[in-house]
C-alpha cells in the first residue's frame, strides 16, 4: 500500500487502488470478541462495586470484535452511571489483554479493580472522574490529552491501553495506538512524525503523537468516505458487518492487520 505523508496536513486523493487495500486489510480483522457484562451475585467473576457483579464473556472461535461491541463499550464509558463506567474500561482492558489469555486478562483486571503496587483501587467515582475529564478534551478534538487524562488508573498509564479507552469512545476521532502500530510505522517512510508513541502517556511527545496519528486516521477515513459520497463502492464490510462507512478506528483496524503480528501485545 502507497501511504500519505503524515504531517498534519490534508491527505490527498486516495485511489482505487489504495481503497480496495483498506477494505481487503479491514474485512481481516480479526481481533476476538471478548468482554464483560454485568450478572447477578453468584454467577459473577468479579465484583465492581458493592452492588454490580461482572461476568467475563470468552468468545468461541470465529467470534470477532463487531460494531455491536464497539457501541457496548461506547456507550458504558459515555454512560452517566458510574457503575457503567467502570464496567466500560473493565470490559476494554479484558478485551484488549484477552490475546495474552483469559487467566492473565482477568489478572489485569484484578489490578485495575483493586488496584496494583502504587496504584489505587478504581472505585466507580474515580472512573467517572477520569473518563469525564477525557470527554471533555474529546469534545475539543483534543485526543492526546484525553488519552493522558486516563493516567491515575491502573493499567492506563501508558499508550497501548489508555487508547484502547480513548478509541472506543470517541471511534470517528481516535484509533488504538500499540506496539503493532508502532512497530509498523516505525518500518514506513511517510510515517516518521508518528511512529514513536509508545510511552507513559504524561509525555508531551507520546500525547502530540498520537494526537497526530487520530488526526491521520480521521483523514484517511474522511477521503474514503468522500470516495463513497461520489458512487466509489468504497464501504467496509467484516464478519455481520456490511457496507459501513469508514471512521478512524477502522482505518486503525486496516492498519493493524497489514501490518501483521510483529509484536504480541495484547493489541488490537
Known amino acids: 500500500m502507497r501511504h500519505k505523508t503524515a504531517n498534519g ?7 482505487n487502488r489504495e481503497a480496495a487495500d483498506y477494505i481487503t486489510a479491514r474485512a481481516s480483522y480479526d481481533y476476538p470478541k471478548a468482554y464483560v457484562e454485568v450478572t447477578n451475585r ?32 461506547y456507550h458504558l464509558l459515555r454512560a452517566q452511571s458510574p457503575d457503567d463506567r467502570l464496567l466500560g ?11 495474552f489469555g483469559d487467566a492473565y486478562a482477568r489478572n489485569k483486571i484484578n489490578w485495575l479493580i483493586n488496584g496494583n503496587r502504587t496504584m489505587p483501587a478504581t472505585t466507580p467515582a474515580l472512573a467517572v472522574a477520569h473518563i469525564t475529564a477525557a470527554i471533555n478534551h474529546l469534545n475539543q478534538r483534543c485526543m492526546g490529552e484525553a488519552m493522558a487524562s486516563l493516567r491515575g488508573l491502573s493499567q492506563l498509564s501508558q499508550t497501548p491501553f489508555a487508547s484502547k479507552v480513548i478509541a472506543f469512545m470517541a471511534p470517528s476521532l481516535a484509533g488504538v495506538y500499540d506496539n503493532r502500530i508502532a512497530d509498523g510505522l516505525s518500518l514506513e517512510p511517510w510515517s516518521k512524525n508518528i511512529s514513536n508513541g509508545i510511552g507513559q502517556t504524561n509525555s508531551p511527545q507520546v500525547r502530540n503523537c498520537y494526537q497526530s496519528w487520530c488526526i491521520y486516521l480521521s483523514q484517511i477515513a474522511s477521503q474514503l468516505n468522500l470516495g463513497i459520497s461520489l458512487g466509489y463502492k468504497w464501504e467496509w464490510s467484516c464478519g455481520n458487518d456490511n457496507a459501513q462507512l469508514w ?13 501483521g503480528s510483529t509484536s504480541n501485545d495484547g493489541a488490537a
Not at 496536513?9 to 485511489?15: A, D, E, G, N, R
Not at 465484583?47 to 457501541?71: A, E, K
Not at 471512521?247 to 501490518?259: K, N, P, Q, Y
Open 9 to 15: 496536513s490534508p491527505t490527498f486523493q486516495i485511489s
Open 42 to 73: 453468584g454467577t459473577h467473576d468479579i465484583q465492581l462495586s458493592p452492588t454490580v457483579f461482572g461476568r467475563f464473556v470468552i468468545p468461541t472461535p470465529g467470534q470477532i470484535t463487531d460494531i455491536w461491541l464497539d457501541q457496548y463499550h
Open 89 to 99: 474500561l473493565v470490559s476494554v482492558v479484558y478485551w484488549g489483554y484477552f490475546t
Open 247 to 259: 471512521r478512524a478506528l477502522d482505518v486503525e483496524r486496516a492498519l493493524f492487520t497489514i501490518f
